[in-house]
């Protein structure tokens, strides 16, 4: 006979493993949860502006990181697959009429189609190579958006209408709120799965993966057009959501952007880069009283991080876990690890 | 026969690496590579695994042409490798590093972790499985790289020097593992310098110098054969 | 085409190229001993900008000096960030080291270009010439500063390519780009060598904004595109190889003229940009580049 | 103790972080006081790629409220600065800082087009008004037509460039009347750089010269910041161009394709939109820009010449006309506006300054004559968003430099001297 008490929580157990599967902690959900009543809880309209941005960047960031984390491709191009979906959809509404809805995912999965590309011409190359490679394609894009005026009118800048006929921002915090979770929950997934050990595989020791039976030529292009379908999905929200396309947007400082971020969050973790725009973006609006200086602040931190934290946020969390399960080895005896 | 190789060539620009190699290794032995520095060896067992592709010749193995093929589709054939630095995979747990031999090299696991775990024990992986690898020494990375090569389901096994850098109290241990590892239906080749470990476990040898084999047989016939005296062992120092 | 046109485009290709060899050269250096894929050289070019206006101006130098004096800035400075900043790192560092020092990079480039506006200020700092007045030879007209900037340029290259070629120091800096542990065995001092390659690259590229002072003034965020430029050149003919960029500046130069001339200014960035990738698809090393690992 | 190290670094980022936060936390401002308080946010541009022209906008605004001694009627004018930085993102974020935390009650100028177009979006979300915006080009003008709600965005302080570009048609037209310039061809070639600002200007005089009988052999725009102008003059050379014209905002940009001209003699007369805005023009040009045809605002009156002056000494550098005087003078329009608001409505609030816009402003009632480089601003519902633009309101006179000096050739009214056309473009 099972107890009561057993039984729930075996269930609860059994739960907390399923959502493991997708990458939600106890934590992370409560996290999702207090964000989910953010517009409610907070009324200053200008926190939600940078709550929303700071989801924005966290997305982003999170597709960043997957290729950059996992497969240790920086791509570089990063922003102008971000700017073609972003165009995509705003063309497709302009010219065809098509709903902006519609048109963020035909934004993602034409910067999807680039990343699938990119993965392929890249293939034979070192992941500095395809880093640069990709930048190229970037500037391209740029380039091409810029003298296409025909087409994008290129520089003048494009209107966009937006998702909703308002200017506040509760809507659009829901709608990225949505994208934000549901790549969340995707790229945990994913990088869980034995999908992820192919990439980290991959990124790790190209070669002894190819012996391994990982064939670098399918996971790489699967891991790339992940991550710029995440790109092109940002890009289209952030049409809908700024009204004003320009080719600037495509601009490589915006991939630095991004890339601070996924760094200063630490790479191979997701959640890290997630958590790190939410430090980063607001932290980094406060500065705005110190203009340039701001600036110099981003860049001096950046070299600290690098030389001091290479591993950003998530390997300090690991470094703290390692100690936590450390002691627990020491109390619970040497029955688990006497080699280590 | 398992592995037959005819008349195998490399070539780095001028320099020709492999000359005309053609061996042959049956199924369930140890075969044994050896030659001094720079005889091609390497380089050889890189043209099987399929790093490089021979300017000419032809390998087979069980009665296939494999010539030209990529190390991930040797890999689903039944080859696997092990690489003269150790490599791993450092940010993966041990476990891991295992675990993407078992889910990609070909074979269908209910379990893989599980599968995994028993070849781990299987090689005498000692350290906590879920340790990192950057954190293990190398003779544990060395037992973990053999339980990511047979994890492929490999039915021939090429090892580059698995044994270079043992203390001699751990070496019988791991001749031993070779050896419990022929015994479970894997053929095995292996390049070695350690003539202990030659003497040990292999069943024939091939010697190679500057590129091109000068004799092949069994280890005594070897080892007494004038030529490769000369060629070799005149010059390198018997372990 | 007439033939005015053709060699007012191959000048011009040319004395574009000449800077971009300039630039390139030590990006493609530090690549070569130290592995960096440096994002903050284009902040070198500006710091050599500012140096010799400041020297001319405020000093009241000669441009020749200033030019100089330029060139002596940029290596002060460039030693000094290496030794405050990938000394740390390198010694620190375990993997990751190229992803790790371009953002370093990253981070040196907001700062200095930050710094630069915050101390000097936006303006355009700039001389309307150095030397004035223009060389006319068959029907082409080039200005002298050009001509000089470019006759800098190629002396600046060819005295560190014999610095490379003829010196100890220069053999060991080699030494180091060809193996670093082996070079390491035979008794060079890394640390110096590295010290030293930034520095020297710091100072090309400050040479290079110091000679073209009177053709483009001096602002803060000038780096930009002699950075992308430089970069298009060191990618297509392969990371690390320092003298084919000589080759691939002046193709660079040329490609970038011709395309802009024939199919319009908008088009040249696509132009060479989809050359580089062409090259790359077919070698994925660059046009001479040596296979290495990374 | 590698432990600890690595502990303490952290803890140093951390320490970093902290006090940042805190620092820039401790900037909140205060609002409330006794006495009444109109908060003005001014955008403008102060990092980023038009950081120049922002430190310009900063200086003079500044300037014009000392003059009123920051206090209109019995209110106090608190000031704050809308760094966007040129982006639209980051311009955004912004002004939604400056209407949640300063509370602004009013927006005023703006520079890059791009970022025109998003603020709109959120002045009419927060129904801010937002007076004379300098973002020029037509994208915003779209918006505005689209939408009653976007006119809480209270014109453009700067006429679409496409009523500009008819002042140089009528100079050369003019100059060719009356015998002063016989062109040996009627080919024109269009320049200018890759932006908003560069292509509808050259799209406009393209327009506008074809229609007086110019022949358009060559259009073509440069990236940002391009230095290299080979090429392109190259090909205008080889199409035996005898006039060009354009625009090119960025200083080096434009420096470096007046130089190379030059130095490849290209034979042509040259119209350079713009170049007077690049405040001391001549110390990066030289002499290369003589004979070069501009049409903007130009320091020419006593009062205009007063306040060029007035400003240096304060500042330390020459203001330009467009980024220093016509803001100057937008900055005194709307502080006009403000107090003829708070005569008629008793009180200065966002409520009543946009229902004074909507009233007196658009429909031309109130109009702005002291400026110091155009003789009046104003606008009304046919002109709207843009000035109304004619010789006696929004207009500029085209100019011709020698020696970095402007000499005022058009119109007629405030001319000095004759249009002079060089040796080369005979």
Redesign the interface.
Known sequence: MISEKSLETGFVKNLKHNLGNFGLSPVAIGLFVLLGFAPYLIGDEYILRLLVISLLFGTLAMGFDLSAGYIDVANWGYAGLMGLGAYTSALLLTNLGISPWIGTLAGAFMAAIFGLLIGVLTLKMDGMFAAILAWFIGLILMALTTSLTGLTRGALGLNVDLYFNTGWSKPYFYVIFVICIVTYIVLRRVTNSNLGLAFSALGQDAEAARTCGVDPMKYKVINFTISCFVAGLCGGFYAHFMGILTPDIMSTKHTVEVLVIAYIGGRRSIWGPLLAAFLVVPVFEYLNFLMEFKYVIYGLLLILVMIFYPGGIAHFYNYIVGIFNEKKRKLTGPESNPFA | MLLKTEGVEKRFGGLVAVKDVSITVNKGEIFGLIGPNGAGKTTFLNCISGFYKPEKGKITFKEQEITGLSPTQLCHKGIARTFQIVRSFPKLSALDNVKVAVVYGGKQHKNPEKHAKELMDFVGFNAAKDVLADNLNTMQLKRLELARALATNSELLLLDEVAAGLTPSELPDFIDLIRRIRDSGVTIICIEHVMKFIMGVCDRIAVLNFGAKIAEGAVEEILNNPEVMKAYLGEENVH | MDSTVISDLLVGGILRGGMYVLMAMGLSLVFGVMRIPNFAHGEFYMLGAYFSYFACTLGGFPPAIAIVLAGIGGFVCGALMEKVTFYPLRKRSRGDWIMNSFLVTAGLSFILQNLAQALVGTDFKGVPQYWGGSINFAGLSVSTDRIVGFLIAMASVAIFWLFLKKTRTGNAIRAVSEHETGAMLMGIELNKIHTLTFALSSMLAAIAGAALLSIIPAYPTMGLQPLYKSWFVVILVGLGNIQATIIGGFLVGVIEAVSSFSLGAMWQDVVSLSIIILVLLVKPTGLFGKKMKV | MKKFT?LG??F??ML??VT??AS??G?KSSSDGDSKVLTVGVDLP??G?S??A??EFKDTVTMAFDEVGNKIGDYNVKLVWI?DGA???KG???Y??A???DKIDVGILNWN??VA??L???V??YQIPHYFGMGA???IN??WA?DPKYHYWINKGWAMPDKMTQAYVDVVSQAIEKGQWSPRNKKLAIYGD???W???YGASMKKRFTDAGWQVVNE????L????M???I??M??LDVSLVAGTISS??SI??FI??SR???LKALMISDALGE?A?F?????NASDYILDNRPVFTTDKALKFAADFKAKYG?DPSPAAGGQVYDYTRFFIKCANETLKEHGKLDKETLFKFSQEKLMTGQITFTDGVVIPEYKFDKTSAPDPVVGEKNYIFPVVQYFEGKATVVWPDAQKVGDLKIPDYAK
């Open positions: 690595k670094s952290i140093l980022v970093l972080v940042l936060f820039g936390c900037q102060l990092t790629p950081a120049k922002g430190q760094d982006d639209p993102q955004t974020s912004a939604e800082q209407v949640v935390r087009s791009s177009v998003a709109m979006e959120t009419a979300k080009a037509g994208t779209e918006k689209s890759d932006t908003d560069g292509r509808s073509e725009y440069t990236k910041g391009e230095t290299d080979y090429p392109l190259a090909k050379k080889s200083p080096p420096a470096a130089k190379q130095e490849q003699n690049t001391g001549y110390s990066l040009t030289g550098y």
